[in-house]
């Protein structure tokens, strides 16, 4: 009398979709955090202070750039005070909550920092932060 064998065939690990999958992760983690490094790269000196807060982004953060002659950067453009805020009025109506970084230089006029908060109200964001530094150890 033949039994047959009930027992599923031994299933084999692929490893070409695998090895697929890990290197589109890499891809676009590697993409993404370029991206992110390019918003904080200008030439923009941020205050210092004794309390800052070590640079720790919220997931979809806009940084607001306002540079020493009191340009405003958003995106790595450059836009003014209507452009802005129909760029933030737009991203307002689909998120709530947006969060919003201002990173201004130190040398910038506080009026210009003010605008750009207003701006910021103006279009239906209230989750506004500052970006600051922690002073350079003395020697």
Known sequence: MKFSSRQAPPISLQLAPMIDILLLLLCFFITSWQYTKSETELNVAVPTAQEGAEPERSRGEII????????????????????????????????????????????????????IIDTCQGAGIWNISFATQRPEPKK
């Open 64 to 115: 607001i750039n306002v540079l020493a002659d009191g340009a405003i950067r958003v995106e790595g453009l450059s836009v003014d005070r209507q452009q802005l805020f129909d760029k933030l009025s737009a991203i307002a109506k689909q998120y709530k909550n947006q969060p919003v970084r201002i990173r201004g230089d130190g040398g910038v006029a506080y009026q210009r920092i003010v605008e």
